[in-house]
């Protein structure tokens, strides 16, 4: 392998410095490397972590695929995705993981982890071979029915039970099902005024105390996905503390998704199913209540939540289309705009939101490291000052259902590499079509 000098960076938006890559590893510094790179000031950030994608891929191919959805991220800035298991057949089994697993490697822009499905078919009632899952090359640790939630306690209990022993985590869908039954937006006066059935935001609220009292319980790790209300933010802030005391094993972390940062109630009134997503838009009482957890830590990450839809899916009356919307890459420019330009996180703060506590939350040991010699040469450069205005069409993947069409974002990624190799170099994807560096086995 090669030897790279990234001349003039700003390693988490602090003073400009060159970082020396060596055999994939930052190093300290290289006499006459082969590649100079001049980045005139970009930001240097840990590539990111997404713990929450949904690629498509198998059976949803006309929406996004796997060598689609891994061109997003990199030119999202990340390095690193968890594909979400509501495919078709459904990731439930070490036969379905392993092909995602092995197509992430095939095509080599970000290390795709697969999610394995909590029960068989994300049906709630039987729980999936997660110990197969685990044991299979591709080792997995995060676990989640997305789509749906688990609902029934006893099968929430043996799941997080399992993955106790497997050290893995139960990521949750929180939305009890018996109480969002024809729900399209968030309920309050908003939808009362569009009339679209009202989603009870206690549907969510519920979950989260519920699964935080069984992880307890069971010593395990619970990840509550797209946590979306100030009150869902309050349950997670209650169970680390006064819950969480002296229970040994028992953790729960929380994401939050750009979009509920972002984006409220009120986008629906213009009755485009592009503003559908679950969980719904929600006021921005909440929007400013998750900001305020995201930057005290209550919510550890952002996570996408990258749900990409052919038009046929999207292009419909609203009660007809499914709910989801595309988030790779724009995720950190809404980052900024939510967190940084509000002065609520500073690029080091991105880092730990963005890169840092997801890798933390899924275990991984090579992503979300410190810009440091002898850690892996896993980063993205971004410039700060490059507004760019999203258009669905121009975007990597399939699908081209964004909220955010037309929308001026702050700051672009210019380049991200992955182990030393360069997967996004001048906002433009670097095809490798083969496997790079090493991918965690086990
Ligand atoms: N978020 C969504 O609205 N949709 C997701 C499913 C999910 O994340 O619950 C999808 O798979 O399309
Ligand atoms: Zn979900
Ligand atoms: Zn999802």
Redesign the pocket.
């Known amino acids: 392998m090669s030897t790279i000098r990234i001349r003039n960076v700003r390693p988490y938006g602090e003073d400009p410095t060159d970082l020396y890559v060596r055999d994939g590893v930052l190093v300290d510094t290289v006499d006459d490397p082969d590649e100079t790179v001049d980045a005139d000031g970009l930001v240097a950030l840990p590539g990111l972590v997404d713990l929450?994608t949904?690629l498509r891929e198998p059976g949803g191919e006309e929406a996004e695929t796997v060598a689609t959805g891994s061109a997003a991220a990199a030119l999202g800035g990340y390095t690193a995705v968890f594909a979400?298991p509501?495919t078709d057949p459904v990731a439930d089994s070490p036969v379905v993981v392993e092909h995602v697993w092995r197509r992430g490697r095939e095509v080599g822009l970000v290390d795709v982890h697969p999610v394995g499905a909590v029960t068989v078919g994300l049906e709630g009632s039987k729980l999936a071979e997660m110990g197969m899952m685990a044991a299979s090359p591709a080792g997995v640790r995060v676990f989640s029915d997305?789509?749906?939630c688990v609902n029934d306690p006893l099968i929430m209990r043996r799941a997080l039970e399992y993955a106790r022993a497997l050290d893995a985590v139960v990521a949750q869908?929180a939305e009890d099902h018996r109480l969002t039954v024809g729900a399209q937006a968030h309920e309050g006066p908003v939808a009362a005024r569009l009339g679209l059935a009202g989603w009870d935001p206690t549907a969510e609220e519920s979950i989260i105390a519920r699964d935080a009292m069984l992880a307890a319980a069971a010593g395990a790790r619970l990840h509550v996905?797209?946590l979306s209300t100030a009150r869902s933010a309050e349950i997670v802030r209650w169970a680390r503390g006064t819950l969480g005391g002296a229970r040994s094993g028992f953790r729960v972390s929380a994401e939050v998704t750009p979009h509920h940062l972002l984006l409220t109630d009120t986008a629906a009134e213009d009755y485009d199913p592009v503003h559908?997503?679950?969980?719904p838009l929600r006021p921005s009482a909440d929007t400013e209540a998750l900001r305020r957890a995201l930057a005290d830590g209550t919510v550890d990450c952002v996570a996408t939540?990258h749900?990409p839809?052919a038009v046929e899916a999207k292009d419909c009356e609203w009660s007809a289309a499914?709910?989801?919307?595309l988030g790779l890459q724009t995720a950190l420019p809404v980052v900024v705009t939510t967190m940084v330009a509000t002065g609520l996180l500073d690029w080091r703060g991105v880092a730990r939101v963005c890169s840092e506590a997801p890798a933390r939350v899924a275990g991984l040991a090579d992503q979300g490291r410190p810009l440091s010699p002898g850690e892996p040469a896993t980063l993205t450069l971004v410039d700060p000052e490059a507004a760019w205005t999203v258009r669905g069409a121009a975007l990597a993947s399939l699908a081209a259902n964004t909220p955010y069409e037309g929308m001026e974002m702050p700051v672009s990624v210019v380049h991200t590499m992955l182990r030393g190799r360069w997967t996004v170099q001048d906002g433009a994807v670097q095809e490798s079509g083969e496997v790079q560096g090493e991918v965690q086995d086990v």
């Open positions: 929450h949904h979400m509501n997305d789509g749906r869908h996905c797209h559908k997503v679950n969980p939540d749900a839809h499914r709910p989801g919307m």
